[in-house]
């Protein structure tokens, strides 16, 4: 109604809410801010409704929070913030957050945003936990951005005629760029090592980690675990393997150990938190019941199968076992899958075409299912673009011949590259907090923000509150610049997945440039309307992706160039795809020659 023209008398105070997922909708117009009533901030750190809630754990990334709130402070917006927290405890650390930015925001900047909450654990449980905690708590947000625990059954609520969310397989790949696979890892790893932390801490500390630390990462370990390994499951029953019966049965253990850490939760200290953690406080959400798990009949006999990475539905589209190529840049291992699919072990031996290849194991007998780690001798391969190795596995009277490529090109040599991002795989995948050049204005200045984004830092082109900019005189506009190689020529895709902010206020947009060299200018925006289609995907993952198509005119050098148009634009990733990017949700992992 206000934006439709309602006029409001000067002592009423406008308060601009985000959209529910942090992204704040509209701020103060230049004429706005001298208004008697002053603005304020409605924000959210936890929310129930559509596409999905997030009820139950805190992950809202600091950095996050801090861009937003000081957009709205520079704005104007400073007389009145409040927080939705949901149910408060699982909220208390970005509580304090926010509450604390509200008392003086002028404490605060990218550099130490991260360690706001650190600093405030490590003051209860010691200096000497400090390295731990910042560890821990980076890769908690960092994870939960991503995607959050409480949406990782992947099904919207609220979507056509269905309130509640029907679970389904995740974006994460298991097949591609070690996706899904990775964040399980990732996971174990901050949860074994906040275990380790509650474990060695005295016993009048124990209870406030567990609440504050402990059970955040260790229960979003488990919902992630429990939805994808239930998702690998469902992959491994059409494959037949054998290992199928044995992950439904892991599926189980981690939806149960959830509810048994959530009761300790609520018994700790004689039971003072009872009833203060509850894992599903919503009424449509299903993540915390059992995942669909499917169990097969396994036949007595022993039968060996294959798996190799990055083949996306081979059957009907090649004959070929051929893995993944593998360069001298950026130096990739590969790995060969062995599988069962009968109930007896079975005994198998591998052998190389060339010394050049090296295998971690070259026999052995597989109950369920083994990898042999595949790598390369690059002293001894031979140079030449079109390089082909083979490595045979032989059970009883089953034989796989697997081709592994290799591109070990005599120009240019790695030392030449170092530092440049490069073609690997048919794709140049760029960190935007990684940048080689920028070029800055009285105005715009090129911000890292780290903690924040797909790969944990991104780049603010400018800040929202200053001028937009014109893109077309490139050679003088602020920007920032990346330098890439490609082996290959032509056109390509070039992907931007952004952060889904939107326009400062109603008189702005959020429009950044694209541009090869010094080729042909394109444009990205992510001015989603809140409610479309498009927004409920922005915010369910955290990125708008918009895809433009360029031109590279030979191969070589080139420098790929992000330049400001509208300030604030937050770029989180990008990726150059020249016909070889897989299906996957975080895109490929960044291709930088170290």
């Known amino acids: 109604i206000y934006e439709r023209g309602l006029r409001l008398p000067e002592d009423i105070m406008l308060v601009w809410p985000d959209d529910n997922f942090g992204y704040i909708k509209r701020l103060n117009k230049k004429e706005e801010r001298s208004?008697?009533?002053?603005?304020?901030?409605?924000?959210?750190?936890?929310?129930?409704?559509?596409?999905?809630?997030?009820?139950?754990?805190?992950?809202?990334?600091?950095?996050?929070?801090?861009?937003?709130?000081?957009?709205?402070?520079?704005?104007?917006?400073?007389?009145?913030w409040l927080l939705n927290v949901g149910d408060i405890k699982p909220g208390e650390l970005g509580m304090k957050t926010f509450l604390d930015m509200a008392w003086d925001i002028d404490k605060f900047d990218f550099d130490n945003i991260n360690n706001h909450q650190v600093d405030f654990l490590v003051s209860i449980f010691g200096e000497r936990y400090r390295e731990d905690i910042e560890d821990v708590m980076n890769s908690y947000y960092h994870l939960g951005f991503q995607h959050k625990p409480e949406a990782m059954g992947w099904g919207y609520e609220w979507n056509n005629e269905h309130v509640q969310e029907r679970m389904t397989d995740t974006d994460f790949s298991f097949i591609n760029y070690n996706e899904a696979e990775g964040r399980i890892q990732e996971y174990d790893r901050i949860s074994d090592k906040s275990e380790k932390i509650w474990n060695a801490l005295p016993e009048s500390h124990k209870a406030a980690f567990y609440e504050l630390v402990f059970y955040p990462v260790?229960?979003?370990?488990?919902?992630?675990?429990?939805?994808?390994?239930?998702?690998?499951?469902?992959?491994?029953?059409?494959?037949?393997?054998?290992?199928?019966?044995?992950?439904?049965?892991?599926?189980?253990?981690?939806?149960?150990?959830?509810d048994y850490y959530t009761d300790k939760y609520n018994s700790l200290l004689n039971g003072k938190w009872n009833h203060m953690m509850a894992l599903a406080p919503g009424w449509t959400a299903t993540y915390q019941k059992m995942p669909p798990l499917t169990t097969i009949d396994v036949p007595q006999k022993a039968e060996m199968?294959?798996?190799?990475?990055?083949?996306?539905?081979?059957?009907?589209?090649?004959?070929?076992?051929?893995?993944?190529?593998?360069?001298?840049?950026?130096?990739?291992?590969?790995?060969?899958?062995?599988?069962?699919?009968?109930?007896?072990?079975?005994?198998w031996n591998a052998k190389t075409s060339d010394s050049w290849i090296k295998l971690s194991?070259?026999?052995?007998?597989?109950?369920?299912?083994?990898?042999?780690?595949?790598?390369?001798?690059?002293?001894?391969?031979?140079?030449?673009?079109?390089?082909?190795?083979?490595?045979?596995?032989?059970?009883?009277?089953?034989?796989?011949?697997?081709?592994?490529?290799?591109?070990?090109?005599?120009?240019?040599?790695?030392?030449?590259?170092?530092?440049?991002?490069?073609?690997?795989?048919?794709?140049?995948?760029?960190?935007?907090?990684?940048?080689?050049?920028?070029?800055?204005?009285?105005?715009?200045?090129?911000?890292?923000?780290?903690?924040?984004?797909?790969?944990?830092?991104?780049?603010?082109?400018?800040?929202?509150?200053?001028?937009?900019?014109?893109?077309?005189?490139?050679?003088e506009a602020a920007k920032v610049e990346y330098d890439f190689y490609t082996f290959n020529a032509g056109s390509v895709t070039v992907y931007t997945?952004?952060?889904?902010?939107?326009?400062?206020?109603?008189?702005?947009?959020?429009?950044?440039?694209?541009?090869?060299d010094n080729g042909l200018?394109?444009?990205?925006?992510?001015?989603?309307?809140?409610?479309?289609?498009?927004?409920?995907?922005?915010?369910?993952?955290?990125?708008?992706i918009n895809a433009v198509t360029l031109n590279i005119d030979k191969p070589g050098k080139h420098t790929?160039?992000?330049?400001?148009?509208?300030?604030?634009?937050?770029?989180?990733?990008?990726?150059i795809d020249m016909g070889g990017m897989k299906r996957s949700y975080l895109g490929p992992e960044t291709t930088i020659v170290r």
């Open 305 to 347: 199968r294959i798996f190799l990475p990055e083949q996306d539905s081979p059957l009907g589209k090649t004959t070929l076992n051929v893995l993944p190529c593998v360069n001298p840049y950026t130096r990739k291992e590969s790995f060969i899958e062995l599988y069962n699919v009968g109930k007896q072990a079975f005994t």
């Open 218 to 258: 260790k229960g979003a370990a488990l919902m992630n675990k429990k939805m994808l390994v239930a998702q690998q499951n469902r992959w491994y029953a059409r494959q037949g393997r054998t290992a199928t019966n044995y992950l439904a049965d892991r599926v189980k253990s981690y939806h149960d150990s959830i």
């Open 35 to 80: 208004r008697r009533g002053g603005a304020g901030v409605y924000y959210h750190i936890s929310y129930l409704g559509e596409p999905h809630d997030y009820l139950w754990l805190n992950t809202t990334p600091p950095a996050l929070m801090f861009e937003e709130m000081r957009k709205a402070y520079d704005t104007g917006a400073k007389r009145y």
């Open 560 to 575: 790929l160039k992000l330049i400001c148009s509208d300030p604030g634009m937050i770029i989180q990733k990008v990726v």
């Open 497 to 516: 997945y952004a952060l889904p902010v939107f326009p400062v206020n109603s008189e702005r947009g959020t429009c950044f440039g694209i541009m090869i």
């Open 361 to 475: 194991r070259q026999n052995g007998t597989t109950q369920l299912q083994e990898r042999i780690i595949v790598s390369v001798d690059w002293v001894k391969v031979p140079v030449g673009e079109r390089i082909t190795g083979e490595i045979e596995v032989i059970s009883g009277g089953r034989q796989e011949k697997v081709y592994l490529p290799v591109f070990n090109p005599a120009y240019p040599t790695v030392g030449e590259l170092k530092g440049w991002y490069v073609e690997d795989n048919g794709c140049v995948s760029i960190n935007p907090g990684k940048y080689h050049r920028k070029v800055e204005n009285e105005d715009i200045k090129i911000k890292v923000i780290k903690g924040l984004g797909y790969e944990n830092q991104c780049i603010q082109l400018g800040e929202a509150v200053e001028p937009v900019q014109n893109p077309r005189r490139s050679g």
């Open 521 to 544: 200018l394109k444009y990205a925006s992510n001015n989603a309307k809140e409610y479309s289609g498009e927004w409920r995907e922005n915010v369910y993952r955290n990125s708008t």
